[in-house]
């Protein structure tokens, strides 16, 4: 079975300081995808990045980066210099090739608030 | 401009009563989803469909039922058997296939009264 951990339920910081929300998954599949969401106050789910799991390159996108370990089944998501636009909930997730139908497992979010 | 819409935005039913949510896409997806959120917690999969007239059950299908007759469109029926009905409800889309990201509605917001 597939599993996602997200153990900051809440997270808040001051503008401009740097935050990483961690995310620890569980899966028996050698090859499988991770995926960080954006929910911002209005409710939809925006996506932000995909990895699969041959890749462990960290990859940074503006203020955002991303470090995925196999060796620790973690794949955390930092923003530097944080803005109070950055405030949302975070989910990440995870499919995998025995996943009929694409089905991505959710972990339970991080709700980040920056404060000005 | 391509996307996903759910309507309406908020939905108020009385106990007992069944109710349809409606998703639709422009977005030439074969797959679509249904997932609730409840508040503090993460999202459950209801139901999902990879192509027209077909669908399989998601972890928590008891009490929804759903039709995929058209590839645009995915309505999610909350029969009066879900015990527990009030919560946000989003649909999503995706290319077929385990690689692909699934992409977002602004979802329905259901309260039971």
Redesign the interface.
Known sequence: AQK?TQAQ?EISVVEKEDVTLDCVYETRDTTY?L?W?KQPP??????LI?R?SFDEQNEISGRYSWNFQKSTSSFNFTITASQVVDSAVY?CAL???N??????T????TRLMVKP | DGGITQSPKYLFRKEGQNVTLSCEQNLNHDAMYWYRQDPGQGLRLIYYSQIVNDFQKGDIAEGYSVSREKKESFPLTVTSAQKNPTAFYLCASSIAGTTNEQFFGPGTRLTVL
Not at chain 1, 99 to 104: C, E, P, Q, R, S
Not at chain 1, 106 to 109: A, C, L, R, V
């Open positions: 996602v339920t995808y995926f969401y209005s409710g939809e789910l925006v996506f995909r699969n989910f499919s995998g090739p996943n009929a139908g694409n089905m991505l959710f972990g339970g979010g």
